[in-house]
C-alpha cells in the first residue's frame, strides 16, 4: 500500500495562535514523526511526504531557510529513529536548488537507512510533478518512445527515486482544500482522496487511523464495473 500526504496548513495553524509561521513548521515536524510512526505499525508499504514544493520558493527567504534547516534538523534526529524501526529514507525532487550541506545531510540519511526492510519512507523537497513529468518525457524522447512501466522508470530517474515504487493509492490533504497542488499527479491517477478538515499539526495518529479506515471501505473498480454491476 501505497500513501501519500499533502501536509498542509502550518502557517495557518501558527497564525491562529498568534505565533510566528516558523512555529507552525515546529509543530509539523512533530506531525510527521507521528504519520511515520502509524504509518509503519499499519503496514503501509511506503509513506510520501510533500514537504516542500517547487512553488514554495516564492515565499519570504525567512521562512524558506527556516523550512530548509528544520529539514535537515529532522534528517539528523530522525534517521536513527528510522534506522531502529527498519525504515527506508529516500529524498525525491530536484536536488540541484538544495544547499551543499543539506545535500549531504540527505545522501547520509539514504545511505544509513538503505539496508531497511520496512516501510519506504519518501519525502518529496523542491518537488513539482509536472516539472518531473516533463524531464521524464525529454528523456523518453531521447530514448525511445517507452512504455508505461518504462515512463515510470523515466519518472524515477529524474525524481531521485532509490526503490522502485509503486502507485499511490490513498493520497490524504489536510488543511482543508480540495486539490493536488502538483504533486504526484502521474502515481495518483487512480489514488483514492481523503480530504481531512484539520490542519497539518492536528493530524494525529486517531485522523490517520480514521483515513485508513475511510480508504478500506472504498471500492477500487479502476475504470471497470463492480461485480455487482457486470
Known sequence: MHVA??????????????????????????????????????????????????????RPATEVAALMRLFGQYLFTETRRCVEQSIRINVIGRRDRLSESLLRSIEQSERLSAAGSGMHLRIAVDYSSQYSILQAARRACAAGAPDIEGFARLLHEVDHCAYPTGEVDLLIRTGSERRLSDFLLWECAYAELHFADCLWPDFDETRFRQALEDFAGRQRRFGALSADHR
Do not use: C
Not at 497564525?15 to 510566528?20: F, K, N
Open 5 to 58: 500526504i499533502i501536509m498542509d496548513g502550518n502557517g495557518r495553524w501558527a497564525t491562529q495562535r498568534g505565533l510566528p509561521r516558523t512555529a507552525g513548521h515546529v509543530e509539523g515536524a512533530k506531525a510527521v514523526r507521528t504519520a511515520v510512526e502509524v504509518a509503519a505499525r499499519a503496514g503501509v508499504d511506503t509513506l510520501t511526504m510533500y514537504a516542500f514544493s517547487a512553488a514554495n520558493w516564492a
